[in-house]
T-cell receptor, first 114, second 112 residues
Framework: DTEVTQTPKHLVMGMTNKKSLKCEQH?????MYWYKQKAKKPPELMFV???????INESVPSRFSPECPNSSLLNLHLHALQPEDSALYLC?????????????FGPGTRLLVL | SQQGEEDPQALSIQEGENATMNCSYK?????LQWYRQNSGRGLVHLIL?????REKHSGRLRVTLDTSKKSSSLLITASRAADTASYFC????????????FGGGTRLMVKP
């Protein structure tokens, strides 16, 4: 199984809502990533987890809160988002944080903040 | 932050023609990778070239790397309509593990 799954596929939320994005992989990968991608722009790294511990936080606002409850799951909790946070949120995984390892991406969650 | 620039930003060709996309980057790298993204979906890894390699092939794909110019190119030969997608280069800087920084991307359209 070389698949990374993400739920939901689409999400519309108000600025006062709390919601969560979910990512799952069963490839035994120990590194997992969240990226944010605006329309017609490249993905931008938000967070990196390695062995369920937060390794990298690319200066992301605190209204985004990542969580890695186990080696297969990665969540992104959203609270008090702004309309400019509307984007495609991509999850990826790789065997480890070593360079030269392919990252496997999920299909993304398309988020609209009203 | 965006490491590299890609050109062209958009490319439209006929089926059967070759497509060439270029990528430039700024820092020393461990490797450079190319990814493909279909219409707002997830990215798919295409090919990786290490910093000590100059050229690599995979099927209809040919990648070159010039570390002295900090640039790479992706050539897709005998293109097909199904190759229509956005193509991104991604660099893994030295001493940064697997932290990828993506270039701006090239949107390729292959007309049947």
């Amino acid at each position: 199984d070389t698949e990374v799954t993400q739920t939901p596929k689409h999400l519309v939320m108000g600025m006062t809502n709390k919601k969560s994005l979910k990512c799952e992989q069963h490839m035994g990968h120990r590194a997992m990533y969240w990226y944010k991608q605006k329309a017609k722009k490249p993905p931008e790294l938000m967070f990196v987890y390695s062995y369920e511990k937060l390794s990298i936080n690319e200066s992301v606002p605190s209204r985004f809160s990542p969580e890695c409850p186990n080696s297969s799951l990665l969540n992104l909790h959203l609270h008090a988002l702004q309309p400019e946070d509307s984007a495609l949120y991509l999850c990826a995984s790789s065997p480890s944080l070593l360079a030269e390892e392919t990252q496997y991406f999920g299909p993304g969650t398309r988020l609209l903040v009203l | 932050s965006q490491q590299g620039e890609e050109d062209p930003q958009a490319l439209s060709i006929q089926e059967g023609e070759n497509a060439t996309m270029n990528c430039s980057y700024k820092t020393s790298i461990n490797n450079l990778q190319w990814y493909r993204q279909n219409s707002g979906r997830g990215l798919v890894h295409l090919i990786l070239i290490r910093s000590n390699e100059r050229e690599k092939h995979s099927g209809r794909l040919r990648v070159t790397l010039d570390t002295s110019k900090k640039s790479s190119s992706l050539l897709i030969t005998a293109s097909r309509a199904a190759d229509t997608a956005s193509y991104f280069c991604a660099t893994a800087p030295n001493n940064a593990g697997n932290m990828l920084t993506f270039g701006g991307g090239t949107r390729l359209m292959v007309k049947p």
